[in-house]
């Protein structure tokens, strides 16, 4: 088992993340991951490293609550997969934001997860971004384990 | 006939991370079959204890979600894709 999880983001990516929020606030943002898990690759060994190198934005579906849910539909859901092999990537997470509430996972969240990706949250307080957490549900189901985040501050490759 | 299944991501730690296999099949219903015995460990994540699809796993046969067709037991043919597509979904209220 892994003691700590971290995700690694280029500091350009990590606004796209916010500036998203921004754009849909008051109503959620929502979008997925697409990066590389070292866990996937030939030979893999030790513990893992995550990192981010594109984003793929999606609307929000959620037409009749969409400041406090957030939904994608499965085509949605092939068609990052499909952008994510077009790169030579994979989705590694999701990302949605939290109009004028804390980064942090709600019960609605846990029960919509799946072990295994990231999902960041972004705060968006007033329409501005504020915190970014990322979070990891456990193999249970039952809690997150939260990942720390590592802002990097060059380009996506 | 000789299928491909694509796998999710986070179904990838119980499939020797695989994504994607190749499996023999007439139906989708039997692709899934097929490459739950190739992955036993799969089998749990994708339907529930009394084999039902769980809830929170489309299956799409090429770019058609099989629940508009004859769902598990929609026919496939050779070089079809099999995809599972795991359903997304959360938001800040807890109720």
Same mark, same amino acid.
């Given at each position: 088992m892994v003691d700590e999880f971290q995700l690694n983001i280029g500091y350009e990516l990590a606004e796209r993340i916010g500036n998203h929020g921004a754009e849909t606030f008051p109503h959620e943002c929502c979008g997925a991951l697409l990066g590389r898990d070292? $866990?996937? =690759?030939?030979?893999a060994g030790g513990a893992s490293? +995550? =990192?981010?190198? =594109?984003?793929?934005?999606?609307?929000? +579906?959620?037409?009749?609550?969409?400041r406090n849910r957030f939904a994608v539909t499965a085509e949605d859901v092939l068609e990052a997969e499909k952008a994510a092999r077009k790169h030579g990537l994979d989705v590694i997470g999701w990302y949605?934001?939290?109009?004028?509430?804390? $980064?942090?996972?709600?019960?609605?969240?846990?029960?919509?997860?799946?072990?295994? %990706?990231? %999902? &960041?949250?972004?705060?968006?307080?007033?329409?501005?971004? $504020?915190?970014?957490?990322?979070? +990891?549900?456990n193999d249970d189901r039952q809690d997150y384990t939260p990942e720390r985040i590592e &802002? +990097?501050?060059r380009a996506a490759v | 006939m000789a299928v491909k299944v694509i796998i999710p991501t986070p179904l990838r730690v119980y499939a020797a991370k695989k994504d994607s296999a190749e499996v023999s099949a007439q139906t989708v219903g039997e692709a899934l079959g097929g490459l739950t015995t190739q992955f036993a460990d799969l089998r749990k994540h994708l339907f529930t204890d009394d084999g039902k699809l769980?809830?929170?796993?489309?299956?799409?046969?090429?770019?058609?979600? *099989?629940?508009?067709?004859?769902?598990?037991?929609?026919?496939?043919?050779?070089?079809?894709?099999?995809? *599972?597509?795991?359903? *997304?979904a959360g938001g800040c209220a807890s109720a």
């Open positions: 070292s $866990a996937f =690759e030939e030979n490293s +995550r =990192e981010v190198l =594109e984003l793929f934005p999606l609307v929000n +579906r959620r037409d009749d609550s969409p949605h934001s939290h109009p004028d509430h804390p $980064a942090r996972p709600s019960q609605f969240d846990r029960e919509h997860a799946w072990p295994w %990706y990231s %999902y &960041i949250i972004v705060s968006v307080l007033s329409g501005k971004p $504020a915190d970014m957490t990322s979070w +990891r549900l &802002i +990097r501050n | 769980r809830s929170f796993v489309n299956v799409y046969l090429n770019d058609e979600d *099989i629940r508009y067709m004859a769902k598990e037991a929609t026919p496939v043919k050779d070089g079809d894709v099999v995809s *599972i597509v795991p359903s *997304i």
